[in-house]
């Protein structure tokens, strides 16, 4: 068997797609342009190219980007001041603050200055409340994008044993409550599970965010299961020569790949999905805010 390759690039533009529709549907029928407001805190080079690429995405799907770069050494006054005019202004309707930032900071502090139905990132306690309990949130992007792939490949996730390898807030929790929306049978699998090759292995579906470099193999998989690799881990790579390394997930591609049904590759899987996700989660924001109906196929 060789899996079917889902992959997260040609998604990714399905999904930038179906937003750019919705935005043009909202200007032209009530005059209504979602924005998405990111705060750069200091020069981090990963981070400027990231936020550089939001910025372009947000504006080739018609949306309203502003951008706030602070120096590395701002107080905490100055940048919670920042995030209050933004709460307040209409105009934004999502804002992100982009992460890492300066030791004096905290992200979780940060975070919790945010309005939460600005809160595109869905990291705010009340958005994981929500979420845990039913009630309309705004999901995390990863796992968001996650489920949009598996609503995409199964239909329907009723009834389906999923487990959800790794237990973080930001990726196997709010994972799990989303499967479970979708009244799929969930087990949470981490570092303390026993038998955890033997839980996976009777799973319809495995999401590994676990952040150990392939550390899922062909044994953990039944045959014809779906796998979602959500781990980015660099390692060695000596065959490209020295000092030189290669982007791997959690899951052991080349042999995983000879078992299940599907699987998303690392890097062009899961992760081409956030920023895409982060729109959807922007556009979703505008909808709630002026209490029009919000896409469902966008949504969790």
Request: proline share 6%.
């Amino acid at each position: 068997m060789t899996a079917k390759i889902i992959d997260g690039k040609e998604f990714s533009k399905s999904v930038r797609t179906k937003v750019a529709k919705e935005v043009s549907r909202l200007v032209e029928d009530h005059g209504l342009t979602p924005g998405l407001a990111v705060v750069l805190i200091g020069e981090d080079p990963a981070s400027e190219v990231y936020v550089r690429n939001k910025g372009l995405q947000t504006l080739e799907v018609g949306m309203n980007s502003y951008e706030h770069r602070l120096p590395a050494n701002v107080s905490k006054k100055v940048l919670y001041e920042l995030i209050a005019q933004l709460n307040n202004d209409p105009k934004v309707h999502g804002i992100l603050c982009q992460f890492p930032v300066p030791d004096h900071l905290s992200e979780e502090e940060i975070v919790e200055q945010l309005d939460p139905a600005k809160d595109v990132d869905g990291l705010h306690i009340l958005n994981a409340g929500r979420l845990a309990s039913g009630q309309n949130a705004m999901a995390p992007c990863t796992p968001l994008g996650c489920l949009m792939m598996l609503r995409s490949h199964y239909g329907s996730l009723s009834g389906l044993n999923a487990v959800v390898v790794g237990r973080s807030n930001l990726v196997g929790k709010p994972m799990a409550q989303l499967l479970l929306r979708e009244s799929a049978t969930v087990t949470i699998a981490h570092s303390r599970t026993i038998d955890i090759e033997g839980i996976c292995r009777a799973a319809d579906i495995v999401i590994a965010a676990v952040g150990r470099s392939e550390m899922i193999s062909a044994e953990w998989i039944k045959p014809g299961a779906t796998v979602i690799d959500v781990g980015i881990n660099r390692i060695d790579a000596p065959e490209k020569g020295a000092n030189k390394t290669r982007l791997v997930g959690d899951v052991h591609f080349e042999s995983v790949s000879r078992v299940a049904g599907a699987i998303t590759p690392v890097p062009g899987g899961v992760g081409p999905m956030t920023i895409a996700c982060l729109l959807a989660n922007t556009l979703t924001a505008c909808c709630r805010a002026n209490g029009l109906p919000e896409p469902e196929e966008l949504t969790a």
